[in-house]
Nanobody, 128 residues
Framework: QVQLVESGGGLVQAGGSLRLSCVASGRSVSRYVIGWFRQAPGPGKEREFVAAISWSIGRPYYADPVKGRFTISKDNAKNTVYLQMNSLKPEDTAVYYC???????????????????WGQGTQVTVSS
């Protein structure tokens, strides 16, 4: 079992920045890949992959819409994964979730069904 708690969401103007945090706890946390997903408001909006990183290898992977604007990083000592979001756009508005996928990080998966544990989410709203 892995428990995940997100924080850091809020309201920001377009062009601004936010840093999200995901604190992981439980057994064998280091054996998991941590991913960030988001779900925009409105009917039919699916939860989509944003970025992922492994505790052991540390190699990040990003979805195309956030490349060059978002940075995922980790602090092993604090069991915390961060998502630094810069140059935010109104279309980044969503509930952001962190999730854990068991694996050594040699493969970073984008399919949400691969992730076993999820946090409760944190709201990010970008105003135009």
């Amino acid at each position: 079992q892995v428990q995940l708690v997100e924080s850091g969401g809020g309201l920001v103007q377009a062009g601004g920045s936010l840093r999200l945090s995901c604190v992981a706890s439980g057994r064998s946390v280091s054996r998991y890949v941590i991913g960030w997903f988001r779900q925009a408001p409105g009917p039919g909006k699916e939860r989509e992959f944003v970025a992922a990183i492994s505790w052991s290898i540390g190699r990040p992977y990003y979805a195309d819409p956030v490349k060059g604007r978002f940075t995922i990083s980790k602090d092993n000592a604090k069991n915390t994964v961060y998502l630094q979001m810069n140059s935010l756009k109104p279309e980044d508005t969503a509930v952001y979730y962190c999730a854990a996928d068991y694996g050594d990080g040699s493969i970073l998966r984008v399919d949400r069904s691969a992730y076993d544990f999820w946090g409760q989410g944190t709201q990010v709203t970008v105003s135009s």
